[in-house]
């Protein structure tokens, strides 16, 4: 098995090394600045149809590698100025220097170029950071503008998690620097959850995929987030402060070689958290630290060193709760009495090393070497006493809403003692080489994991003072056995996984272009072998993008292939928690058909995206969510199937400011032992909405709101078989809306005296979550009456709450 495997990687390697040579780059380099020739930073310089792009540092300097010997267009935006476009063809190896003066817009506002936020050529779209610090969210991240992208979908805005076209979160890429990044294991809540890995402050870029993605893309089925850290050219900073935590970075040069990129974030959202129905102390505590440094030995040779450390920790001594729910012809209420506590801690550390070589000016050489390591607690002994009551609805009743009728008493005890320790190790090697019409890309990988769990944790439920289940009865027994206590649930193992996997991919883009259409393709084939499992994968992939050169700007395309995901620790850990030998890789034939479409509308630019998609999964792991716990089944004995359409309209509906709106139709089921069943993601319809606007004459002031909504997700009783699962939670329905004013922006003048010159730009915001106080189903808690009938009792997310937030850059 492994000469296959050395076979086969070097064959890939071999296919590389076939690479015809590059295609030439050249330099652009320069100065933007504003009428009083006063630098402005952070302009955004991009090359239109190319990924990437360069923002000026803070005396407006910059410099853009771009393509050589072909046409380009060159694009310089940033808020309250004029966009300025320009064509240039530039010879192999010039440096062309740029002093571009921007013209103040007289609305004061962001004029955007919608054609340069999507990469055409690919099904990635490319999200403008910028974008981060306006949405209004819990968590103030880039997930959360994910979550607002056609074909995702989430249902919980107290974690970052978000399900792509039927899949779940562990089916998710996401990179940071060309470097995988992991979420914690043993999450099972959003009030747990904290911090995601991503700094907002320190990304550059950001491109996201739903579907459809290359081959040079790693080993999941669902999506791809690629995200880029800043390159610092200057001294810079930013931080803010709000009722939810405080973040803070600080980015520049030590010499001309040397730069460095530090950002800090302390979020503690227990404020936010003593709106739960489950009132008790919250003592919630995230605080992470990332660092980028990068070293220019030459022009050509350059290491980079990303770190960060992240402790979160989750205290909760719950005390009561009340929870009304049901119709309004049939209500009921809850009330639970707690004794204990739940005490929980995730820390983790990675640290990547990056080598980029650049031997000639047409190959792109990138050596990597990362460690990732997580120690993981989850301890918890809960004891509960609670009231079932039947309420009175008759309006004309004096004792509306008030207990009528006790249906029953009960208690649940709660215990844990769950631990995780886990370390993955990666060595990876990428290259690209262009000529011409084509660019080749290939990669070979090697990752060795160490994952060991323990895991001690059971539930014991009492109905009316009996326990359940309830032993056989013995009255009048002179000799009644002495039978143990059954628990209505009990898990205790320990297991232990140690593993390598390898993997390679090549791939190949072609550009076409003439008089009538421009087309590109891309092929490629990637390949992996687990030794857990001993299984060898293939996976060949293809895109094809047409562009007709018709008056309306329009742009088709197709793309497809296998899409293999082998199991991660998570999935080989069934529901009694033992290791599942021989488990084998869900894999998905996808095919992806889309287009955009750019036009006008009340003189102002609009795009419009389309995507039709299926995906025929095989070797499916079945598996329920209960929150955000995902409890996999440890067996291949499904298969199943996911289709839908997305579509996505953004530009300015505000004229200068750009918003969007997403909406999804989507199925996804599974067949099991013959039956057709809902996935636990079958999410039928989702629409999303990010609008901003702002106060005529004055810009400074902007509103932003976020709009969400999602039909139900399928569930059913615990310990149920996945038939069972067949009942709808209600829909998800989310407002959250923004107000800030601006005190200190590009207009500002400031004496020399005056400690606030230091800053570039100022906001001072309030936030309102959940607008109109709309009750919204995560999950539910299972109670049983007297009579043995069970209740499904909503465990509800947050309810309206405010934020108050100041932000800085300087």
Request: with cysteine; aromatic share 14%.
């Amino acid at each position: 098995m492994k000469k296959i495997v050395q076979h086969t990687l070097s064959c890939l390697l071999w296919l590389a090394s076939l690479s015809v040579s590059a295609q030439q780059t050249a330099l652009l380099f320069g100065r933007i600045t504003d009428a009083d020739q006063q630098g402005i930073v952070n302009a955004n310089i991009t090359v239109t149809g190319i990924a990437g792009g360069t923002n000026t540092d803070k005396k407006g300097n910059f410099e853009l590698s771009v393509p050589a010997e072909k046409k380009i267009t060159v694009v310089i935006t940033f808020i309250g100025f004029e966009t300025v476009s320009m064509q240039m063809e530039l010879k192999p190896g010039e440096r062309k220097e740029l002093r571009q003066t921007l013209t103040q817009t007289s609305t004061s506002l962001p004029s955007i170029e919608v054609k340069d936020q999507q990469l055409r050529t690919n099904t990635f779209n490319r999200i403008d950071p910028k974008s981060i610090t306006l949405i209004p969210s819990a968590n103030a991240g880039i997930e959360d503008l994910i979550k607002t992208m056609p074909g995702v979908s989430s249902r919980n805005e107290l974690s970052s998690t978000y399900s792509v076209r039927g899949g779940n979160y562990d089916e998710n890429l996401v990179f940071v620097n060309d470097i995988e990044v992991y979420r914690p294991f043993l999450i099972r809540s959003g009030q747990q959850e904290g911090l995601s890995f991503l700094n907002p402050d320190l990304v550059s870029s950001i491109s996201f995929s739903a579907g459809g993605f290359d081959a040079k893309y790693g080993d999941k089925m669902s999506s791809v987030l690629d995200i880029k850290y800043k390159r610092p050219a200057s001294f810079a900073g930013s931080f803010d402060v709000s009722l939810l935590g405080a973040n803070a970075h600080v980015e520049g040069m030590i010499t001309k070689k040397f730069s460095y990129l530090i950002g800090a974030r302390y979020k503690t959202n227990s404020y936010f958290l003593k709106g739960l129905d489950t009132k008790g102390e919250y003592k919630p505590r995230y605080f992470d630290v990332q660092t980028l440094f990068n070293y220019e030995f030459s022009k050509k040779f350059e290491l980079s060193l990303l770190g960060t450390y992240s402790a979160n920790s989750y205290k909760l001594i719950p005390q009561t709760r009340e929870t009304s729910f049901g119709t309004v012809g049939e209500a009921y209420k809850l009330t639970i009495f707690f004794d204990g506590q739940e005490v929980d801690s995730y820390q983790n550390w990675l640290a990547a090393l990056t080598a980029n070589w650049k031997p000639t000016p047409e190959l792109r050489l990138k050596f990597t070497g990362s460690a990732y390591q997580t120690f993981e607690n989850e301890t918890f002994d809960v004891s509960a006493e609670y009231w079932l009551g039947k309420l009175e609805v008759n309006q004309g009743n004096n004792n509306v809403g008030q207990v009528t009728e006790a249906l029953g008493v009960g208690a649940f005890l709660t215990h844990a003692r769950n631990y995780l320790d886990g370390t993955v190790f990666n060595l990876e090697h990428r290259g690209t080489w262009e000529k011409g019409i084509s660019m080749a890309q290939w990669g070979i990988k090697y990752q060795h994991e160490y994952f060991h769990y323990v895991i001690n944790e059971w539930e014991m439920q009492d109905s009316a003072g009996y326990s359940l289940p309830r032993p056989l009865d013995s009255l009048g027994s002179q000799t009644p056995p002495h039978d143990s206590l059954l628990l209505f649930d009990a898990i205790k193992n320990k297991s232990r996984e140690e593993s390598n996997r390898y993997s390679a991919f090549f791939q190949n883009t072609w550009t076409f272009k003439n008089e009538k259409n421009d087309i590109a393709l891309t092929a490629g084939l990637r390949s992996m072998y687990w030794d857990f499992n001993q299984q060898i994968l293939f996976d060949p992939r293809v895109n094809i993008s047409f562009q007709p050169h018709w008056k309306r700007d329009v742009v088709f395309r197709v793309s497809g292939g296998y899409y293999s995901q082998p199991p991660t620790f998570r999935e080989i850990t069934d529901l009694r928690g033992n290791i599942v030998q021989g488990l084998k890789a869900q894999r998905a034939i996808q095919v992806v058909a889309g287009s955009d479409l750019y036009f006008s509308a009340w003189g102002r630019p609009f795009k419009f995206v389309g995507e039709a998609y299926y995906k025929y999964i095989t070797n499916l792991i079945p598996y329920t969510i209960d929150n955000l716990k995902i409890r996999y089944y440890g067996t291949n004995d499904a298969f199943g199937y996911a289709t839908g359409v997305d579509f996505r309209v953004n530009g300015e509906f505000v004229k200068g400011i750009e918003s969007w709106a997403s909406l999804s139709i989507m199925k996804t089921e599974e067949n099991i032992n013959g039956d057709w069943i809902p996935r636990p993601t079958d999410q039928r319809v989702n629409l999303s909405i990010f609008f901003q606007d702002y106060i005529p004459h004055y810009p400074s002031w902007r509103m932003n709101l976020t709009l969400y909504y999602g039909t139900g997700l399928p569930f059913g009783p615990p310990n149920a078989t996945k038939s069972q699962q067949n009942l709808r939670m209600p829909p998800y329905r989310r407002v959250d809306i923004g107000l800030a004013k601006q005190i200190i922006g590009a207009s500002t003048k400031f004496s020399k005296k005056n400690p606030f010159r230091v800053f570039d730009s100022m906001w001072i915001s309030l936030e309102v979550f959940n607008l109109f106080q709309l009750s919204n189903t995560v999950s539910y808690l299972w109670v049983t009456d007297i009579n043995n009938q069970q209740y499904a009792v909503p465990n509800y997310l947050t309810p309206r709450q405010f934020n108050l937030k100041l932000q800085a850059t300087f």
